[in-house]
C-alpha cells in the first residue's frame, strides 16, 4: 500500500514524533496528500557533510517512516473487516502515536462514507480506556483542528464533519464538553468548527440526533449488514431461489457494503461442501449477471479472501486450494476478470 503523507514535527505534541498536518505544497487532488508525501519521506537525507547536518534529524525522517505505514494500513484494514481485533493488534505496530492514529482515522473517514465515519466513532468509544486515555483522543482531535485548513483542499466539508465528530465524541462521553473552550485555535475553520460542535452539543433533542449524526446510511452497522449477508446465502441453500436472494442483496441499499458481499460468499462457500459450494458460486455469478455489484467490488471481495487465507484455515484448512478453484470459477463466469491474480 503506498503512503503518501508528509507530517511535520510540532512542539505542541513532543511525546511522538507523528504530527499531523499534511502539506499539500499547492499540489495534491481528490485522495492525495501533495507534493512527494510517503516517497519524501523515505528518501530525504540531509548530506553528512553539510555544516548544518544534524543526526536527530535524519532519525526523526525515518521513524516518521515507520510509524506512518502501519497507522494507514491499520485504518484501512478496520474500514475494510470492521474488527477491533485487528486495530488492537496492529496499535502494537504504531509505538506511541496514538493521537496521530486518532487523527487519520477522522481524516480518513472524511473523505469516505457515512458508514465510515460511523465507525470511527465507535472505534474511539471501544479504544477510550483501553488503550486510549481521554487526553489522547482530545491530542488527536487538536491535531485535526490545526490541520483543516490542509484537511480541507481534498474535503471541503471537513469543518462541519469534524464538528459532528466531535459533538459526538462527547456525547459518547469519550471526549469531555470542557475541551470545546481549552482547545487551541491555530485557524478560523477550527473556530467555525468548535463553534458548531458546541451548538451541536446543546442543541434540543442532542442525543438523539448525536446517536444518529452521520444519517440513516450509518445506522445499519457493518456488524449487521454482515449477518444479514450470511442470513441471504444461508436461505438461499434452503430455498436455492436465486431470484429472492438477488433481490435482498439490492434491498440492503448498501452499494458500499458490496465487496463485503462477494468476500462473505466465497468464504461461506469454503466452509460447505461441494454441491452447497456450487450453489453459492452461482448466486455470485448473478450478482454478475444482473449488474448489482460492480467488477471492482468482485475483485476487491475476492482479493480480501485471498490476503486472509491463513485466518480462513482456522475454518477452512483447504482454503488455499478451494480459494484458487473458486478464483479460477470466478474467471469462466466472468465475475472475476481473466488476468486475475490472488497476492
Not at 462477494?262 to 462457500?269: D, E, K, N, T, V
Not at 469454503?270 to 456450487?278: A, F, G, P, S
Not at 491463513?310 to 484448512?317: F, G, H, N, S, V
Request: with cysteine; hydrophobic share 40%.
Amino acid at each position: 500500500m503506498d503512503i503518501k503523507q508528509n507530517n511535520q514535527k510540532r512542539d505542541r505534541q513532543p511525546r511522538s514524533v507523528i504530527s499531523g498536518s499534511p502539506k499539500k505544497g499547492g499540489a495534491g487532488g481528490k485522495g492525495t496528500w501533495g507534493v512527494g508525501g510517503w516517497d519524501d519521506l523515505k528518501t530525504v537525507r540531509t548530506d553528512e557533510n553539510d555544516p548544518n547536518y544534524n543526526s536527530d534529524d535524519e532519525n526523526l525522517v525515518f521513524q516518521k517512516t515507520d510509524i506512518v505505514s502501519p497507522v494507514d494500513s491499520v485504518i484501512r484494514e478496520y474500514f475494510e473487516g470492521g474488527e477491533l481485533e485487528d486495530v488492537m493488534r496492529g496499535l502494537g505496530a504504531i509505538g506511541d502515536a496514538h493521537s496521530y492514529f486518532v487523527k487519520k482515522a477522522l481524516v480518513l473517514a472524511m473523505d469516505r462514507q457515512a458508514y465510515e465515519r460511523e465507525m470511527v466513532s465507535k472505534l474511539l468509544s471501544k479504544l477510550y480506556n483501553a488503550p486510549f486515555t481521554s487526553q489522547v483522543i482530545q491530542d488527536g482531535f487538536q491535531e485535526a483542528l490545526d490541520s483543516l485548513p490542509d484537511i480541507s483542499l481534498d474535503v471541503p466539508e471537513a469543518p462541519e464533519l469534524l464538528a459532528k465528530f466531535i459533538a459526538r465524541a462527547i456525547l459518547d462521553e469519550v471526549v469531555p464538553p470542557i475541551f470545546l473552550k481549552n482547545a487551541k485555535i491555530e485557524n478560523p475553520a477550527a473556530e467555525s468548527t468548535l463553534n458548531l460542535a458546541h451548538a451541536l452539543s446543546n442543541d434540543n433533542f442532542r442525543s438523539e440526533k448525536l446517536a444518529h449524526v452521520w444519517g440513516p446510511g450509518a445506522e445499519t452497522s457493518v456488524k449487521r449488514l454482515k449477518e444479514e449477508v450470511r442470513t441471504v446465502f444461508r436461505e438461499f441453500l434452503t430455498s436455492r431461489d436465486t431470484n429472492e436472494a438477488v433481490k435482498s442483496i439490492g434491498e440492503l441499499n448498501a452499494t458500499h457494503f458490496h465487496f463485503h458481499v462477494i468476500r462473505i460468499g466465497i468464504q461461506m462457500a469454503l466452509t460447505h461442501n461441494d454441491e452447497e459450494r456450487k450453489a453459492i458460486l452461482s448466486l455470485i455469478k448473478s450478482l454478475k449477471d444482473v449488474g448489482l455489484v460492480s467488477e471492482s467490488n468482485f475483485v476487491r471481495g475476492a482479493k480480501i479472501c485471498a490476503q486472509s487465507v491463513e485466518d480462513l484455515k482456522l475454518d477452512a484448512p483447504n482454503a488455499p486450494e478451494l480459494l484458487k478453484e473458486i478464483f479460477e470459477q470466478g474467471k469462466k463466469d466472468n465475475w472475476l476478470p481473466s488476468d486475475f491474480v490472488a497476492e
